[in-house]
């Protein structure tokens, strides 16, 4: 990873104008914000650059309103809530560049804290315009990104700005940043990834850089059904991709040439119907499925075994849960997994980062989040950084 500017390179900002990429993206119902985590998060940064004085213009996107103005997506609706988390007063302006937020920030004073429009009302934004860009950039001093969840999208917003305004990582960016580089980048050997999660469609670039950089894949979940078919074993009616045979025998010859050991489950858990401690539940070793039932999760003894290959690693690398853990007891294997890790991150001998909306649900689900090293909440950010992309918000902050 290149290197990149942080608020700590950032000299005397008093009196400027700092235009702030956040991901103020929440979760809404009947008009109140249901989960204010996104706000927390950008919290640090907003405050800090206000204390330093500057006079801060919050630009965030809010649902996908296609470059129309759609009011039930106007960020006037979150306003309120974000100054009661940062418990400062925080004006709103219904605009991202031109007269009225040239006006509204003659109006504020030094460490005064300002939320723009929805980016995406304008159709610039997405198609990250440079019309648009120098117009935004036209009131303001300095750019920061905070927002690492919208870092894969070229837009105005992530990453148009950088190019014509001084740019710097916010403080959540900057964690997200060195966290993933400890992970992935410059990580300590041996580095293991668990991926898990329902299919390999959905994560093949993932699993397939995966393999040159890692020394032990860690493969659970549905996806783990398509390897094992490849390897001719009868995985009854589990969800299996069986036209993504030849990939995942790809993807594991892959793993050999570049000396990285591929787990699959050779025990799992199974049933016939798929429900909450069906009757039919038992444990039985992976060539002994029969063809009336489907894998659910791995097995007990095949995650103990998991956990020992976990101990003589130094990092870890998590997306996907080992089952279908919204249903018990197929969350087993992911929750007995996550405690491993999670106790040997505690102790000091693994790093370990995971990241995926279902993971971290997971995860939260397990009780183990606080002692996971690094948690990614990012979802599709985080999976094109697991596919060894190059973000554009990232790579603009890097310049
Ligand atoms: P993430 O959101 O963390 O990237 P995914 O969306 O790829 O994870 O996968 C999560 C889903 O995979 C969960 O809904 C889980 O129920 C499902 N899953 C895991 N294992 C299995 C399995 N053996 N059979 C069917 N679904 C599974
Ligand atoms: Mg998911």
Known sequence: MSTFKTLDDIGDVNGKVALVRVDFNVPMKDGLVTDDTRIRTAMPTILELAEKGAKVLILAHFGRPKGERVPTMSLSLVVNEVAKVLGKEVMFVPEIAGDVVKQAVG?????????????????????????????????????????????????VSTEGLAKVLPAYAGRSMQAELEALEKALGKPEKPVAAVVGGAKVSSKLDVLKHLVTQVDHLIIGGGMANTFLAAKGVNVGKSLCEHDLTGTADDIMANADASGCTVHLPYEVVVSKEFAANPPSLRTCNVHE??????????????????GDVLKTCRTLVWNGPLGAFETVPFDAATVALAKTAAALSHEGSLISVAGGGDTVAALNHAGVSQDFSYISTAGGAFLEWMEGKELPGVAALSA
């Open 289 to 306: 499925v029969a063809e009336d039932e489907m894998i659910l999760d791995v097995g007990p003894l095949a995650v103990e075994a998991l």
């Open 107 to 155: 109006i504020l004073r030094a460490g005064d804290i300002a939320l723009l429009e929805n980016t995406r009302f304008w159709k610039g934004e997405e198609k990250n315009d440079p019309e648009l860009a120098a117009a935004v950039a036209a009131n303001g001093d300095l750019y920061v990104n905070d927002a690492f969840s919208a870092a894969h999208r070229a837009h």
